[in-house]
């Protein structure tokens, strides 16, 4: 009779995630760098829920507790319905007590529902605690992105932060939701159930624990080969998927050059590999559980030999070793549980510390608490004696001072890597200045709030970043209460209505996940129509004609040049049609601005700009 | 599904061996039970004395015994010893075990099947316990009263010591068949197995009499069982180790072939093709659902089956043993089946919607760290926050959801398991007191019951599992049922081998699929060898799918491309895109060296021809800066160059090609005007007598071509001469004018 819980438990953790390791058991450790410290901000995140935990570890504790001595109680029933057997063959009792039994299996009925309701009531409580707190932390990530200064962003990639919003948050709230619960059963299990074994023989018990080595031992070979085997698969499953994603991104080079068969060849090969060793970790990660099984099966047979010996001695009943040989079949599941905890706990406190580290990261400073309001900018930008790098050590922008009218159109130009996207990041204040100041109708940009100063540019990036939503909403984005129809006409003004019109679903097609399906030159003219929508006061170009064709971009020239009647706007292009209408050039070089000027007066002066512009005459007119 | 049932066809011997061992492990296991309740039922609590027939008994005890039999029973009995002698050939070995058996008159029970051992069971069992009985009885006075009333008959008050049998083989024969009546009317309530029990104590007694040593009896039984008890366990962990092993080979091999096969098939996808599904979605479909199907097979294999050949089995253990029963097993599967039931109609659909619920988080993660600047430069940081709130909150309530209903489903699990096993001991105690079944009958029952239930609960598993692999299947379903449009004629026609190059579109046509509009439309022109063609037009006048269509990327919709005469649908792929050399938009290098992959185009090209290349394309001064030059590594994606590098690499490799047709897609936008131009001046040298389309947005960069196409939405707005076009068309001369100043012109 081994009705408790132990199967149900034992399969549910045996098949997870991807490639069939369990959370930890399987995979290699990864650990945590200050394990200690991680765990103590880990329960501090923890403590608003302690009521809840304090529920969850009673109802945990007590129904473990009710379902082990379950057995116990029963094995009482079982004894009185053999006696009652035997008297009522030897005709001497009353037959069997039905009373008695009835009553037992009743208080036992009582024990199961408690037991089960407990079981209920604690997961209840656990699912809702590990939700909230993975909700909690996603949202607090995602708030974090927006709070944290560009500048972050230069040193960590998007995967990093991706991953912790997911695998990681995952990671803690799974390991909290399930584990937890399992560690309090597992340890409650074999506590009690060794408490019960004394309590019936100490000798036994003793004969018992000679498992734990056994166990060990084989736990150990187990998880340290599969652990090899699965960083092994996880390698070769790394190189099967590099040449995929390399081969299907470079499909057409692949077709052009007839190299179709060349690259299914190199495929199989990385193909077989993997096979070998996948079928190897899967095997492997299979064995655990049978072999468990196994030791247990020993420790079995062991226990009855001694009990025989001891039974005949008269040193213990009967009964007494049909519950113990129960409770022994209950001893080897915990264990291997258990031989998990500190797998679980390392990969938690790893993933919670890369989480904490990230909200821990220094944000942006606050904004001013007594901001300039301003309804609409007039367009006036100065720079006054502007300093600035990108690390403190190095400073790239030295001294520049510029006033620039409203109405007027600046040029930025310079070779590649020059830096001149560095002055959009300074005037929308992605970037603080490290002294000097930037001024917009004679208001320092730090006096503002930073949505009141950005809400006064438009801006059309070199990257055309859109998201997956209708092409509708994406124009909209420019100006999220905009109607219909002034979509439309934002469109119409960036020139890129009829095209909108020309895809399937026209304006309600959704752009999918990596808005790939529609070309560069497209993304780009959409997002000049967001801005269009924008209606800013000051406009920033950067190289947003690049991968527009010439004859488009006069078009959205004349369009911008009608918006911008009395708006100051910024332009970054290498084109010199589009520099030379400029009201002042400003020439980067090395990430300063090295020059400043008109077309003409920065011809006159022969210098860098003079150099640029002479070479690029000559290439151009080559032909 | 079928699909996936098709893949595992090459490895049907070892899937039905797999299977196979998962009916020994089952039968294995079912037998498991039988073993350790022997160990306890026989071992522990008859001392290791199995049934009712003693090995050796004593001549005079078999005397004894003779009195409560009948003259057949007598008969049986008879045959089955035999008198003991040290001639016979196992007289050392029993006479090691009792060793008083050299002291008097003994006989060995033959070697007997254990059916025949049975048959004497119930004969030797009454004997023994009536004789043992009255040995006792006559031993105690007060016990002998106690069977005087039990068998209502005035049984002398003997004095103690006397011989009860010399006395009862004295009375008068009708009296003592009375007697003996009464005796066996008392044991025909009794079953076997309680006789058994009972009288283990009268063997026990009679082995100690033989001066055999009960502990060792025991500890030998114990031991003997506990040996089979490892053995089949042994057996179930080879049989689980084998099937481990089977099923991860069938599982990674199968897995192995349909990668396989979904890689080949996306290799002879078109452009087409490609853009329905997306790149980053083959490639998910390629891996990860791939992946998904392996693991669903091994689970298969390993879990789902066994459960079914368990249940079965059990279900068939547990009718024969107690049919009566066989109600209550119904019932646990009815109910533990509704709950499963309907616990999985409310969560299904939940549970289908976790992926694509954790892939909108991240999507929108993902956009919202690469979107960083515009969502500040618009402050939609609140809209990005709500949108991944509503994402967020989504996903929680969904998983939440899930999490519960499992949170409802263990715990009920557990106390329909429970439940059910006090059930079986109530209704079963009531059986063993109607003599109805035995108390062994009833314990092997409850374990066959909660094998039958848990594998039940196993097969449920395959509601959650199975979903998620059905989505997965699915996705590999739809890539490798796609025929691809663009296919290789049946019986294809080679190139006339003299001509070479001629490009000649006629009247031709393009739409993409469900689109409202054509992209091009009625275009017809001729690209001859020896000279540039070079095609101009707007962001979306569909200049680069005019040049698409020509290495069959996409096949027209009307209208047709013929290359040296023939329609480029009538000749093979490969036969096509061999004579042509494609330079895409964006330069794409694949991770080796340089060389490997200039070598692309042309594995046997000689050291030469490659430095040739890459002088022509204006690349050989920046390989020379690279630390290796030709051998200098390139990463995945080419992310260690720059993109103007991969451009002029890119060009080399189409030059490594030597073909008749050069087809520049854009290419050339990516370099700085003094490159292009140095290119463009080696590229006449070299490939003087090929046929050069150009497809730019540059007006310098083809200002002398041959023939310039103009496109504008779709349409051919002109051709002709750079000349010829500034004299008769108006959108080049709006392109030129917004390019070249005046005073450039005139130069």
């Known amino acids: ?623 | 599904m079928l699909r996936t049932i098709k893949y595992l066809k090459p490895y049907a011997l070892t899937v039905v061996v797999a299977i196979l061992l998962l009916f020994v492990q089952a039968i294995a296991e079912l037998s498991l039970p039988n073993y350790m309740s022997d160990i306890v039922n026989v071992g522990i609590q008859q001392g290791g004395i199995e049934n009712a027939v003693p090995q050796v008994i004593r001549s005079s005890q078999l005397e004894k015994m003779y009195i409560f039999m009948t003259p057949e029973e007598k008969n049986s009995i008879q045959s089955a010893y035999d008198l003991l002698t040290p001639s016979a050939a196992n007289y050392a070995a029993i006479t090691k075990k009792f060793p008083a058996a050299t002291e008097g008159e003994v006989y060995v029970l033959k070697d007997l099947s254990s059916e025949e051992i049975d048959a004497l069971n119930p004969i030797t069992g009454k004997a023994l316990l009536a004789v043992y009985t009255l040995e006792q009885a006559s031993a105690d006075p007060a016990k002998m009263a106690e069977l005087g009333q039990m068998t209502g008959m005035e049984l002398p008050q003997l004095p103690a010591g006397t011989d009860i049998f010399a006395l009862l083989q004295q009375i008068p024969a009708e009296q003592l068949q009375q007697i003996v009546d009464a005796v066996s009317e008392q044991f025909a309530s009794m079953d076997s197995s309680l006789i058994t029990q009972s009288a283990a104590e009268a063997v026990r007694a009679e082995n100690e009499a033989l001066g055999a040593d009960p502990q060792s009896i025991q500890t030998n039984y114990i031991l003997r069982v506990g040996g089979m008890m490892l053995l089949v366990s042994v057996v179930i962990v080879v049989s689980v180790i084998l099937n481990s092993l089977l099923s991860s080979r069938a599982g990674a091999g199968a897995a192995r072939d349909m990668r396989r096969d979904v890689f080949s098939k996306v290799e002879s996808f078109s452009k087409a093709e490609f853009e329905t599904f997306s790149t980053a979605s083959l490639i998910t479909r390629c891996t990860n659902d791939i992946t998904q199907v392996q693991m669903v097979i091994i689970m298969m294999l390993r879990l789902v089956f066994y459960a079914p050949i368990m249940g079965v089995g059990a279900i068939i253990l547990a009718v024969q043993n107690s049919p009566s029963m066989t109600w209550i097993i119904g019932l646990g599967v009815a109910v533990l089946l509704s709950i499963i039931l309907t616990i999985f109609s409310i969560s299904l659909p939940r549970f289908k919607r976790i992926q694509a619920l954790i892939d909108r988080i991240n999507l929108v993660t993902r956009e919202s760290l690469s979107g960083l600047m515009v969502i500040r430069a618009f402050n939609t940081q609140n809209f990005e926050l709500e949108r991944f709130d509503k994402a967020n909150v989504d996903l929680t309530e969904n998983n939440l959801f899930v999490n519960r209903v499992m949170v409802v489903m263990m715990p009920a699990m557990t106390l329909i398991m429970n439940g059910l096993s006090l059930l079986i001991i109530w209704v079963g105690s009531h059986q063993v007191a109607a003599s109805a079944i035995q108390v062994g009958d009833m314990m092997a029952f409850l374990q066959y019951a909660m094998q039958v239930v848990f594998s039940f609960l196993m097969m449920s598993m395959m509601f959650i599992i199975l979903p998620r692999a059905t989505v997965s299947i699915r996705r590999i379903d739809d890539v490798l049922k796609v025929d691809p449009v663009i296919k290789d004629p049946e019986t294809p026609k080679p190139f006339d081998q003299k001509s070479m190059g001629l490009v000649e579109f006629r009247n031709v046509s393009f739409r993409y699929p469900h689109a409202e509009e054509d992209v091009l439309c009625n275009i017809s022109f001729t690209a001859k060898p020896g000279e540039t063609t070079a095609i101009i037009g707007s962001t979306g006048s569909g200049k680069s799918t005019v040049v698409n269509l020509i290495p069959r990327f996409f096949d027209v919709t009307d209208g047709a491309v013929y290359i040296d005469g023939r329609d480029v649908r009538e000749v093979t792929q490969v036969d096509l895109r061999k004579r042509i050399g494609y330079i895409p938009q964006r330069g794409v290098l694949f991770s080796g060296t340089i060389e490997s992959n200039l070598r692309y185009a042309d594995e046997n090209a000689t050291e030469e021809e490659i430095n040739q290349a890459a002088e022509t394309a204006q690349a050989s001064s920046f390989i020379a800066k690279m630390e290796g030059g030709m051998d200098a590594p390139v990463s995945q994606g080419g992310t260690n160059v720059s993109g103007g590098q991969k451009q002029r690499l890119a060009i080399a490799r189409a030059l490594l090609k030597k073909p008749p047709i050069y087809i520049f897609d854009d290419a050339l936008s990516a370099l700085d005007f003094k490159t292009d131009a140095a290119l463009r001046r080696a590229l006449n040298k070299s490939t003087e007598k090929s046929t050069m389309i150009i497809v730019t947005q540059r007006v310098s960069t083809i200002k002398n071509a041959e023939q310039i196409v103009v496109l504008d939405e779709g349409e051919i707005v002109g051709k002709g001469t750079h000349d010829q076009l500034m004299e008769s068309c108006e959108t080049y001369r709006e392109m030129v004018s917004s390019q070249l100043t005046g005073e450039e012109l005139l130069r």
């Open chain 1, 1 to 623: 009779m081994s009705q408790n819980t132990a199967p149900i438990k034992r399969d549910q953790g045996v098949h997870r995630g991807p490639l069939g390791g369990g959370p930890g058991m399987m995979r290699g450790g990864e650990k945590a760098r200050d394990f200690k410290g991680t765990m103590k901000k880990l329960l501090h995140y923890l403590s608003p829920y302690k009521v809840s935990f304090i529920i969850v570890f009673v109802f945990a504790i007590a129904s473990t507790v009710f379902n082990i001595i379950g057995p116990k109680i029963l094995g009482k029933a079982t004894t009185k319905l053999f006696e009652g057997v035997v008297s009522q063959i030897a005709g001497t009792g009353n037959g069997i007590d039905f009373e008695y039994i009835g009553n037992i299996l009743l208080l036992l009925v009582g024990l199961y529902i408690a037991s089960s309701v407990f079981s209920f009531i604690q997961g209840w409580v656990m699912t809702g605690v590990s939700m909230k707190i993975t909700y909690r932390l996603r949202k607090e990530i995602s708030e974090k992105i927006n709070r944290l200064p560009l500048r972050y962003f230069d040193s960590t990639s998007q995967g990093e932060v991706l991953s912790r919003v997911t695998n990681d948050v995952d990671t803690v709230s799974q390991t909290l939701n399930q584990s937890l619960t399992q560690i309090i059963t597992s340890v409650i299990t074999m506590v009690g159930v060794l408490v019960m074994m004394f309590s019936i023989s100490w000798l036994m018990t003793l004969v018992v624990m000679i498992i734990l080595p056994i166990s060990a031992v084989f736990i150990g070979i187990i998880v340290k080969n599969s652990q090899k085997y699965y960083k092994q698969q996880q390698e070769y499953l790394g190189h099967v998927n590099g040449h995929v994603e390399e081969m299907f991104g470079g499909h057409i080079v692949v077709k052009a050059f007839n190299g179709e068969k060349r690259s299914i060849e190199k495929f199989d090969g990385l193909n077989n590999t993997l096979y070998s060793s996948a079928w190897r970790s899967q095997f492997i990660s299979g064995l655990m559980m049978p072999i468990m099984n196994f030791v247990g099966n020993l420790g079995y047979v062991a226990v009855a030999v001694l009990g025989g010996v001891l039974a005949f001695r008269n040193l213990i009943t009967v009964g007494d070793i049909q519950a113990f040989i129960q409770y022994v079949r209950n001893f080897t599941q915990p264990i291997t549980q258990i031989a998990n905890v500190s797998n679980v706990l390392q990969q938690t406190a790893a993933a919670s510390e890369r989480v904490f580290e990230f909200l821990a990261e220094a944000e942006e400073p606050p904004d001013t608490t007594n901001p300039v309001v301003l309804e609409s900018a007039r367009g006036h930008v100065e720079f006054r004696n502007v300093h600035f790098g990108y690390t403190p050590e190095k400073t790239i922008i030295n001294d520049f001072s510029a006033e620039i009218q409203p109405g007027q159109k600046i040029a930025i130009v310079g070779p590649t890597g020059a830096g001149k996207t560095t002055m959009v990041k300074l005037l929308m204040r992605y970037y603080d200045i490290q002294s000097g100041a930037v001024l917009v109708d004679g208001h320092d940009i730090r006096d503002f709030t930073r949505e009141g100063l950005r809400d006064k540019f438009g801006m059309v990036l070199q990257d055309s970043w859109l998201y997956n939503a209708t092409i509708m909403e994406n124009i909209r984005y420019g100006r999220l209460d905009a109607t219909d129809e002034e979509v439309y006409q934002a469109a119409r003004i960036a020139n890129v209505d009829h095209f909108i019109r020309t895809m399937p679903d026209g304006y309600n097609m959704m752009l999918d996940e990596e808005t790939s399906n529609i070309s560069q030159g497209q993304k780009q003219l959409l997002t000049i129509a967001r801005a269009v929508l924008s209606k800013p006061n000051i406009l920033i170009l950067d190289e947003a004609t690049s991968s527009v064709d010439t004859r488009t971009e006069v078009l959205i020239q004349k369009a911008m040049d009608n918006l911008m009647q009395g708006r100051t706007s910024f332009i970054i292009a290498h084109r010199l049609s589009t520099i030379r209408n400029a009201d002042r050039i400003l020439v980067m070089n090395k990430g300063d601005i090295v020059e400043q000027g008109t077309h003409t007066e920065l011809l006159e002066k022969n210098g860098f700009y003079a150099g640029i512009y002479n070479s690029q005459f000559e290439e151009a007119d080559i032909y």
